[in-house]
């Protein structure tokens, strides 16, 4: 069982960046593919971003180049680094982790781009 909390998100405009963390209740040295998330209005949950235990760092084809995912074992942390931000983006971004048999979510946190 674990908890998450995000925190970073704000409103910026476009073009800028921002640094989104998430801390996790235990240690996240043995969770495997922590994952941020995003939904914009209206639409389904998409993932954005995941990354091992090993260090290595999968996203989706719409944020490669732009978006960073990297981890901080000893703060039980996970952050995702969103650059170049677009109006597109504006989304509730969440982390998530799967531990069998169950999900896991934070409240989420969000993003909001103004043009």
């Known amino acids: 069982q674990v908890q998450l909390v995000e925190s970073g998100g704000g409103l910026v405009q476009a073009g800028g960046s921002l640094r989104l963390s998430c801390v996790a209740s235990r240690s996240i040295l043995n969770i495997n593919n922590m994952g941020w998330y995003r939904q914009a209005p209206g639409k389904q949950r998409e993932p954005v971003a995941a990354?091992?235990?090993?260090?290595?760092?999968n996203y989706a084809d719409t944020v490669k180049g732009r978006f960073t995912i990297s981890s901080d074992n000893a703060k039980n942390k996970v952050y995702l680094q969103i650059n170049s931000l677009k109006p597109e983006d504006t989304a509730v971004c969440s982390c998530g982790v799967y531990l069998c048999p169950h999900e896991y979510w934070g409240q989420g946190t969000q993003v909001t781009v103004s043009s």
């Open positions: 990354i091992s235990t090993g260090g290595m760092a």
